[in-house]
């Protein structure tokens, strides 16, 4: 892609083409922070411990925060949110001794984080 550009012009071309690709960057950031949040949902729900199955389908994503260059999203659950930490790591008993672990979260934020890079990478 090339055109012809006097030196007078050259300051505003080169300001429009990093105009462009920031835009295109951007958006492209932004819809895959959108997709994998919405995996990382999907994936805790896969893997949460189920009695009843309110736990597992109590988990959301919601936007946090968007700027013209960034968008923040948090995964949560909406209405169990007490139990995750204690699912997560285990708590004490009543009586004494320990109810074991159940890591569910952990690993599926270790999972977004690489799909986040991918999907950053391959919209870049």
Known sequence: MSRKVSIDG?????????TDFSETTSDSVKK????TG??????????APR??????????????????????????SRNRYQLAHLLEHGHAKRNGGRVPARPHIAPAEERG???????IRKGI
């Open 51 to 76: 009695r009843t199955g309110a736990y597992a389908k109590s988990w959301s994503v919601k936007k946090t925060g968007e700027t013209a260059t960034s968008l923040s999203v948090t995964v949560y």
């Open 113 to 119: 984080e690489k799909t986040l890079e991918e999907e």
């Open 10 to 18: 050259l300051a505003d071309a080169i300001e429009k083409e990093l």
């Open 32 to 35: 895959a922070v959108r997709k």
């Open 38 to 47: 919405n995996s990382v949902r999907d994936d805790i729900k896969n893997t």
